[in-house]
């Protein structure tokens, strides 16, 4: 898959629902037949996949949230990722 599009406002597929387990204290994203277990880094990112921010929205408040982070090169390459993977679009 090539890199992001100008302007990508990234959202969960339609199959695809983010739910927070409270036993395992965890998000998972529930997909047809199959259920992924996140680590806590990967379910902030997809909680702020909705649609309406750009990538670079999604960019800008994390490294807000978590200065010193390396989120302007983990983010997109996690999201170019998961769209690999078809759980956004």
């Known amino acids: 898959m090539p890199a992001e599009p100008p302007g990508w406002r990234p959202s969960l597929?339609?199959?695809i629902?983010?739910?927070?387990?409270?036993v395992r204290d965890a998000d998972l994203l529930l997909m047809p037949e199959r259920a992924?277990?996140?680590n806590v880094e990967a379910g902030h990112i997809l909680r702020l996949c909705d649609g309406h921010?750009?990538?670079?929205?999604?960019?800008?408040?994390l490294a807000e949230t978590f200065p010193g982070a390396p989120v302007a090169?983990?983010?997109?390459e996690f999201l170019d990722r998961v769209r690999g993977e078809g759980w956004v679009r």
């Open 13 to 15: 597929a339609r199959s």
């Open 17 to 22: 629902v983010l739910r927070h387990d409270r």
């Open 36 to 38: 992924v277990l996140l």
């Open 53 to 61: 921010r750009t990538v670079a929205e999604i960019v800008a408040h």
């Open 73 to 76: 090169e983990d983010v997109p």
